[in-house]
């Protein structure tokens, strides 16, 4: 059985890579919501690249990979990782990504040289804290200010998917629409916009709202004679299932803050005991530490 992490990274990873969804991202979240990338231009690459360990060689791999075609050749490489916290270390993940595919471009293993971008959806609740340029991560270093020219720059691209601006969120056109809207506007949220990946929504839903009874979806719909093909609202869709949820969601959230505060007493952890029924965002970083997502 699959962990809670392991659930939400699989959820998060499969909704991203639909075609029209990874357009949908890239278009908005990139070009600022012109129409550049086609969803039949998109296909899937590979998210395993190798490096040099210690004493042998070892896999990395990033949660999506999709190459932009343009007359049957490679233009471009978007790498999109999902993250779910904080990664202080995440730019040299970024720097072994890129420096994997355009290893590979140098041997001459792929179809011709292209540029990579790479960016992060970041699904935490908390703001993103870490270091998002390289020159900010080694400022701290006392190198002379010639080495500066020397060193080359890594930027790290990180959209905190639920804090975006209305008129960024206006702009998605697929179901990443009704994603960010409910993380933006909570259970009050209502539309009556369309829903395509039907299972697939309900699915990171839930994951993004902490539950993780994800695997009966698609019996349920099944059940209520739903198929992906129909033609069905958010409201329709929602007050369905998710709305219908919400008592056995809030059932396991209490559960889940049971468990919690049953580790800190047994650890005899007091003062975070206190703070963790007061301070939410702090509540939240307890349940990552205690893996109870």
Same mark, same amino acid.
């Given at each position: 059985m699959k962990g809670t992490? +392991? #659930? #939400?990274?699989?959820v998060e990873k499969e909704f991203v890579s639909f075609p029209d969804i990874t357009a949908d991202v890239i278009n908005v979240l990139l070009y600022r919501g012109k129409e550049i990338v086609k969803a039949q231009n998109l296909w899937g690459g590979p998210t395993e690249t190798v490096y040099q360990g210690w004493e042998k060689l070892r896999t990395q791999y990033e949660d999506l990979c999709k190459y932009e075609l343009a007359d049957g050749k490679i233009k471009l490489m978007y790498l999109i990782a999902n993250q779910s916290k904080t990664d202080g270390r995440m =730019? &040299? /993940?970024?720097a072994g990504y890129a420096g994997g595919i355009y290893r590979e471009q140098y041997e001459g293993k792929t179809q011709g040289n292209f540029p990579v971008i790479e960016f992060i959806l970041y699904w935490g609740r908390g703001r993103w804290k870490g270091k998002r340029e390289l020159y900010q991560l080694f400022q701290n #270093?006392? =190198?002379p200010k010639e080495a500066w020219e020397f060193i080359d720059e890594v930027k790290l691209h990180v959209f905190e998917m639920r804090h975006l601006p209305e008129e960024t969120r206006k702009n998605f056109q697929s179901d990443m629409r009704i994603v960010v809207d409910f993380l933006a506007e909570g259970e009050g949220y209502r539309s009556d916009k369309k829903i395509k990946h039907k299972a697939a929504l309900i699915k990171m839903i839930k994951v993004l709202s902490g539950e993780t009874d994800i695997d009966d979806i698609e019996k349920w719909m099944e059940k209520q004679g739903i198929r992906e093909e129909d033609e069905l609202t958010v409201c329709e869709l929602f007050d369905q299932y998710v709305r219908q949820g919400r008592t056995e969601g809030r059932k +396991?959230? +209490?559960? /889940? &803050?049971a468990r919690l505060v049953q580790i800190l007493m047994e650890s005899g952890r007091n003062e975070e005991l206190k703070r963790v029924v007061s301070d939410q965002n702090y509540r939240e970083k307890m349940y990552m530490e205690?893996?109870?997502l």
């Open positions: 992490k +392991e #659930k #939400k990274d699989i =730019l &040299f /993940r970024k #270093k006392k =190198l +396991e959230g +209490e559960n /889940r &803050f205690a893996d109870l």
